[in-house]
């Protein structure tokens, strides 16, 4: 069943990189915060009643609830409806993320003795969920799109960390802050500080600072 | 003892967001900087004195880190009495408020990463850094800080979720270790799996390298700094690169000890080329003297890891170029803050004939460049000349003259800005408006950049004894 929800997880990605709908993309977010939610919930139950608890209540609140909502207001404050001017086609964009997936699966299945300390199946989906949500932020255009390729990045972590076979609440509690950094930070102030500034929410809006003529 | 560190600036902060008075303000900040300068000190006069507690630890290892932050931020919060006199003028007391809490939570998170004696706590406020120091980068709002700004918290951010990657990789490698405490790791890191080892080192050197300022992740460095107010950019390329090297020295100590040393020696020795390259391509373009001076910081953070990646001599060097570049590099962006004050710009080309204009601030900017080119007696001096003797050494011969031409096309570079910007040919109405601007500078906005000057040359000279054994017990610690 757990296996089944990380699975499901790693498909999420593969939806993120053919649409280009922010609308789209922020509902991705919040399916990733409830399967993170049940992962927890559900397969490790193993650790200390604190860790699990407080696990559990961060993905459903944080994860899966306020960052969507916040990412919501923010696409509506700023019209931001599309990201269409990605630098590669949505076809290749799928193929890609496919083939890194893929490659995710194939560690899980690979018998080697290093191996031996991590979940296998968590890890290789954690580890194509990172690569997918960089490769995607080197491609988007939108500002807001980088911010929730970030959080998915910031998704793909957390499952690494749970895919660590032995006792580390501390780690995984500590990977928590990465949220509320996000939270606090590059959505709070810098997304809506730009939008106001710029008027836009174009990356290639934000590139005057060069090394030649600027003040 | 430790905790008053991070116990007394808070209360600083929580009184000056009530009171909102910038003398007021200017009083916290020298006396937490006093305070941060006497734990430093007590740690040499009364080594019976244990300065720790379960989390913060100031031990052999991280002291001359923690001594560097100390000086550097005191020579800062001088700075700023004059400074912060000048930006009243445009902000209000509750900007000026903002302004001040900013710059103790940023020292109060550089401290907390240095003392810290476990690599979560260490990540933690690396973070923190970046929290604080994203404000005080878009303290001036204009559309240039907000960019500077946004490419430093998004770039920075990937670089620490990398990092914490590595973490969560070296968690694998440690096996059946369950802690991050650096003491624990090095003792038991001949038990460590290589393997996991070699990828968690990639990724943290990758991760926290991005905070360093190392090349090829190194593209926030010249915006911030060039965007943040001076004395903001004097404490990012003085203290915060250091902090993030002290996470990457202590992970590759612990390569060291598990005797899985290539992989991470070859990556150090790469990345620290690859910023001596970058700068040299970089520092021919660009028409700003501040990021003339950020990428001589990455210049100077790719000689560390060189140094580091060497081992032997180089490590007493690498840390001799921390102390020298940590204060010369503070004193050049102090400097520049007072040239920005009187000609209002950053361009290069609109700054002429500085001597004319203003004889210390030029003695100043000259000295400083002289600084950091390794001009003898300068102390970068030493530490270059040492790290050139173990590259001869240890046979590298076609990376020491590599690095030799890289460091002279740097020097020729900044050279040329230098002499152009204190000599050059001075037009008569952009002289006459700098000159309306000499009262802007005060007597607390030299007497820093002399002293940080003064040590840093002396130091080429002479080292004093308890110096020189904290370098020592530095490197074996």
Redesign the interface.
Same mark, same amino acid.
Request: overall charge negative.
């Given at each position: 069943m757990v296996n089944g929800l990380i699975i499901l997880f790693g498909l999420t990605m593969l939806y993120l990189s053919t649409t280009s709908r922010l609308i789209a993309h922020v509902k991705i977010v919040m399916i990733q915060g409830i399967l993170l939610f049940l992962i927890c919930a559900m397969g490790f139950s193993h650790m200390p009643l604190v860790a699990i608890t407080f696990l559990t209540v961060e993905t459903l609140i944080v994860k899966a609830i306020l960052i969507p909502l916040f990412l919501n207001k923010v696409v509506k404050k700023t019209h931001s409806n599309r990201d269409t001017d990605a630098n590669i086609a949505h076809f290749y964009c799928l193929l890609i993320s496919s083939l890194i997936l893929f490659g995710g699966f194939m560690i899980s299945v690979v018998d080697i003795p290093?191996l031996s300390? =991590?979940n296998p199946i968590c890890f290789g989906i954690a580890l194509s969920t !990172?690569i997918i949500s960089?490769w995607l932020?080197t491609i988007k255009h939108k500002?807001l799109s980088?911010v929730i390729e &970030?959080i998915t @990045? /910031?998704n793909g972590?957390f499952l690494?960390?749970l895919s660590?076979a032995? #006792? @580390?609440p @501390? %780690?995984v509690n !500590?990977?928590v802050?990465?949220d509320v &950094? =996000?939270a606090?930070? =590059?959505l709070g102030l &810098?997304v809506s /500080?730009?939008n106001t #500034?710029?008027g836009d929410m174009e990356v290639t809006h %934000?590139? +005057?600072?060069k090394?030649? +003529?600027? +003040? | 003892m430790i905790s008053l560190v991070f116990i007394i600036p808070i209360i600083f902060c929580i009184l000056a967001f009530f009171i909102k008075n910038n003398k007021l303000n200017n009083i916290f900040t020298l006396l937490y900087a006093i305070l941060h300068a006497s734990l430093g000190a007590i740690y040499f006069i009364r080594p019976d004195i244990m300065l720790n507690n379960q989390y913060f630890n100031l031990n052999s290892s991280n002291i001359i880190f923690y001594i560097i932050l100390s000086v550097v931020f005191l020579a800062v919060s001088i700075y700023n009495i004059g400074y912060s006199r000048n930006l009243a003028l445009e902000f209000d007391n509750k900007k000026m408020m903002h302004y001040f809490v900013m710059l103790l939570i940023f020292v109060i998170s550089m401290t907390g990463s240095i003392l810290a004696d476990n690599l979560?706590l260490a990540?933690?406020f690396i973070?923190g850094t970046?929290?604080a120091s994203?404000y005080l980068i878009?303290f001036n709002?204009t559309?240039?800080s907000?960019?500077?700004?946004?490419?430093y918290?998004?770039i920075c951010? $990937?670089g620490?979720?990398l990092a914490?990657?590595g973490?969560?990789l070296l968690? $694998?490698a440690t096996?059946?270790l369950?802690s991050?405490n650096y003491e624990d790791m090095m003792a038991n890191a001949a038990n460590f799996?290589h393997?996991?080892l070699n990828v968690s080192f990639v990724f943290i050197l990758f991760g926290i390298g991005t905070k360093m300022g190392l090349a090829p992740v190194h593209f926030w460095l010249?915006?911030a700094h060039?965007?943040a107010p001076s004395p903001i950019s004097a404490l990012l390329s003085a203290t915060l690169l250091n902090c993030a090297f002290l996470v990457i020295l202590n992970i590759y100590k612990i390569m060291l000890l598990a005797n899985c040393i290539f992989c991470a020696r070859t990556m150090l020795m790469t990345m620290g080329f690859l910023s001596l390259f970058v700068t040299s391509v970089?520092l021919y373009?660009?028409?700003?003297y501040k990021?003339m001076l950020a990428y001589s910081s990455i210049e100077n953070m790719g000689i560390l890891a060189i140094a580091a990646s060497l081992g032997g001599v180089a490590y007493f060097a690498m840390v001799l170029h921390l102390i020298g570049h940590s204060l010369i590099k503070a004193s050049f962006f102090m400097t520049s803050g007072n040239i920005l004050e009187l000609f209002k710009?950053?361009?290069i080309k609109s700054i002429r004939a500085l001597g004319d204009l203003d004889k210390k601030t030029s003695w100043l900017w000259i000295v400083s460049f002289l600084g950091i080119c390794a001009f003898p007696p300068s102390i970068l001096f030493l530490s270059e000349f040492f790290i050139v003797q173990t590259l001869l050494i240890q046979r590298h011969y076609i990376l020491c003259a590599l690095f030799l031409i890289l460091l002279t096309i740097i020097l020729f570079a900044m050279a040329k800005v230098v002499i152009k910007m204190v000599f050059g040919q001075k037009n008569e109405e952009r002289f006459e408006k700098a000159k309306a601007n000499l009262n802007k500078i005060t007597p607390s906005m030299y007497i820093p950049q002399m002293a940080l000057l003064t040590i840093a040359f002396v130091l080429g000279v002479y080292i004093p004894k308890f110096l020189d054994i904290m370098i020592r017990t530095t490197i074996m610690g």
């Open positions: 290093s300390m =991590i !990172i960089l932020i500002i980088n &970030f @990045m /910031e972590i690494l960390s660590v032995k #006792e @580390m @501390m %780690l !500590i990977g802050l990465l &950094f =996000i606090i930070y =590059i &810098f /500080e730009i #500034e710029l %934000l590139s +005057d600072l090394d030649c +003529d600027n +003040d | 979560g990540w933690i973070e970046t929290l994203a878009y709002k559309k240039h907000i960019e500077a700004a946004w490419k918290v998004f951010s $990937i620490i979720a914490f990657v973490i969560i968690t $694998i096996g059946n369950n991050l799996n393997f996991w010249p915006d060039s965007q970089f373009r660009t028409t700003n990021r710009t950053k361009k």
